[in-house]
């Protein structure tokens, strides 16, 4: 627990008690949650979605056919549907819908949507020439319309050459930048640079190489740093960074993919082969003016391949410093320089009421969006001041993108706006001045001005100190004049979800949590269960056996009573063989019986019960084979003797058969 | 002479099957209706709290965020909005109330933690001001702060996640016949079960079983804390606005509390927040 002491000077003095504790805690949870987090993250945000309608070429001859693309992303919230926009003049010869990326995650009932796209594409045939404005695509998301940009499309006549025409509605590659005709399409943008080896040192055997793609840049201008490692073998695994590389002076925003695989190109230095990883790749954009220095990045390479591990050949880490790399960046020039601090980078504004009539002391909410390349971070617009009209400051949100690691994307400012007054209102262009780095020039991003009529009486301007009477401000009290100013600003987009219960709540988690340590019991009781089962099933085998030969015993008398005394022979001699199997645990069928006799004795039977045994089998198989039958009475008797000789055979224990 | 139950005829029967029927699709039609009115009313008056935050009338835009809540709206975004209402107005630890409230239902919400530590800073300010010094209480105690930033079902996934895991690795430990297999799993084994013993009780924790009585702040400053739920009662000591607090009973309108420092007392239900989700 930590608190803070406030006194009547205003000094604050921390009692960090425990914080420490708390930090280790903390540390160690989230070493044992970071797996969870990506499975369960908490509650979604507040929904944002961008739409761009995009497409291939934008002048085309009737009879053509163009892509549109409408691609609407959500974060927060699920696209539920997306509007194209009229499509009159062209006809829609095939439609694809596609809905990448989409992650969710369900709990109890309500569902988590972490990430959601829906790509439209339309091929679209000319059918009429003219100039044909596209009104904004429209995504519904989470009960909210987003619009996408406008787009002009131009449809010549056949026969006619259509007018060269921009891509529209993404980020315009510049002009300049573009590849004369005829030149080969640019290379892997990730490849090291050939020719001279600039910022390294070189090694034979493995070095770091620092690479920008501007040495002076404006202030504000996107420069691109590429960090590689050339190695002259293989890696076992990935390097690791002792120390990052600095960039004080920049707002850096990282190119590369927070996960993904290193892959290797090849490139001779002097001759010599080399294997070049890309290490490191972001965006710097120079905050100031005057030399300033991406720092050198330090990494442990473990070099070799994993098949060292069996063989000879000794695992190394070698420790490789790269070269800080100076970049001088120039202040804007000062030959047409607005009075305002212009952005650099190439933007457009667009601005929006949610609705244009509204009674006095309503809130419609004003949108601008500020769309284009360049350090958007960076960009600010100020409130407009209107008489009359009550402007809240704005809620701003970005989505930063970086396709062909040129940096850029949407910054959205959202105004609560009352007006306070009845009248027709111009609310005037918004915008900021612009530095274009490419062309050198100084420019204007601004929006159309935007009409507000609203009707109603009269609402009273708030009172300075809204503080309710019963708190009177306290003499000496330093208190600032608003102590909620360093609360972020009004959340005018709300899900306005409703209560759902957690699964902690759910009448089903308990059981959910027992259910695996139960099933583990369950799993350890049939398993003991079966393994008794099959002990007592081969420890009563005997038993069973000689549970047999008296049944078969029984049977004599029924025989004896029909008469049959072959079969009851057969039945005395057989239950007699099966009681000594059954004690002996072996098969006595290949004996003969006066083997038989000396393996009984070996066994340890008495001599005397061996000789009885063997004497009755032999009288059984005598009189099974005579040629005269033989009496009830001596049928019984014979049943009698075999009987008490079973008795005896059941307490005989033999003695463990000799192993061959 | 007795009388004989009769047997409904099959008409009668057929009679109440379309009834029940019609009475199903009725209250299927109505609900399927009422839910977009009821967001369509949700969302007018959000946008009405809005007007009223805007015009600079606070208290007006508190109550009426404070509709939206009463109407079953748990949303982070509105008690954020509610909370910055009755700071504006300088109510901190209702402000600091609702913020807390944020939350429960999205954890790591850094504005909310930012704005938490200006209303107590502010608090800190008004006290020190009356009565020359003032400590104020700006972190949660240490185990509710090691799952702070974390959400209730996070953990509780995890939790049955590492459950299933560890007790398969049980399961294979006592079946597996290979060696490799029985030494991963002797591995592995442990380690799951403390990941398990470690979620359960970040869970435990969440969920309160540790605690004695639900979280709560005082609402007001200088609450009087009474022997005995009754106005009438002597006065144990008074309660700071924003002050954390036990809740460990309830009686007719009022609340037995536990405050740092082991005083216990009464206390009426409105001055009081609770912090937990209602249960609609």
Known sequence: MALARHSRKGTISLDFAGSQGVRAVVAMLAVALVGTALFAAGPARAQSATVRMTANRTSLTVGETLTLEIRAEATGGRVESVEQPNLTGFDVVSRQLATPMSFQFGFGGRTQVVQSSTIQTLTLLARRPGRYELRPARAVVGGRTFESNRLSLVVVPAGQKPPPGPLQGGFAPDPADEPPAGAEPPADPLAPPTGRLDGAQFDAEAFIRTVVDKREPWVGEQVTVTIYLYVRSGIRSAPTASREPTAEGFWVHDLLPPQRSLEATEQNVDGTPFRVYVMRRFAAFPLRAGELTIGALTLDVPTGTVFDLFGATPQRALRRDGVPVAIRARPLPDAGRPTDEARVGRFTVESSLDRTQVATGDAVTLTARVRGTGNLRDVRIPTPAIDGLSLLEPQIKDEIEAPGDLVGGTRTFEWLVVPRRPGSYTLPPLGFDTFDPAAGTYGRAESAALSLVAAGNVVAEPRPDDAPADREPTEGADEPADPAASYGPLRTESALRRRAPTLVEQPWFPYALGAPAAVWLVVLLVAAALRRARTRAGASAPQRAFRGARKRLAKVDALAKAGDARACYGELSSALKAALEARLGEPVGGFTLSALRGHLVTRGMPEELATRLVDELEGAEFARFSASGASPDELSRARDRAQALLDRIDRFTPSPAERP | ?280
């Open chain 2, 1 to 280: 002479m007795t009388a004989r139950p009769r047997s409904r005829p099959a008409s009668v029967h057929a009679a109440r099957g379309r009834c029940a029927s019609t009475v199903a699709v009725l209250a299927i039609l109505v609900s399927v209706v009422a839910a977009p009115a009821a967001a369509d009313s949700h969302r007018a008056l959000f946008a009405r709290a809005n007007a009223a935050f805007a015009r600079g009338d606070y208290q007006s835009a508190a109550q009426t965020y404070a509709q939206l809540v009463d109407a079953g709206v748990d949303d982070a975004d509105v008690y954020y909005d509610l909370a910055l209402s009755h700071a504006k107005a300088g109510a901190h630890g209702r402000a600091i109330y609702w913020l807390e409230r944020a939350l429960i239902v999205s954890p790591g919400d850094d504005a909310a933690e930012a704005a938490i530590a200006a209303s107590q800073a502010a608090l800190g300010r008004r006290r020190a001001a009356a009565s020359g010094e003032a400590t104020v209480q700006t972190r949660p105690p240490f185990r509710e702060a090691a799952v702070r930033g974390v959400h209730v079902d996070t953990l509780a996934v995890l939790v049955l996640a590492l459950s299933v895991l560890f007790f398969g690795a049980l399961v294979v430990l006592r079946f597996a016949r290979g060696e490799t297999t029985r030494l991963a799993s002797w591995i592995v084994a442990p380690l799951l079960g403390l990941g398990l013993g470690v979620a359960a009780l970040g869970l435990a924790q969440k969920v309160g079983l540790f605690d004695t009585g639900d979280a709560a702040l005082a609402l007001d400053e200088d609450l009087a804390l009474l022997e005995a739920p009754d106005p009438r009662a002597a006065t144990r000591g008074l309660l700071h606005e924003g002050e954390r607090l036990r809740v460990v009973g309830r009686d007719r309108g009022w609340a037995r509390v536990r405050a740092p420092g082991g005083r216990e007392g009464w206390l009426r239900d409105d001055g009081l927040g609770t912090l937990r989700r209602d249960k609609r």
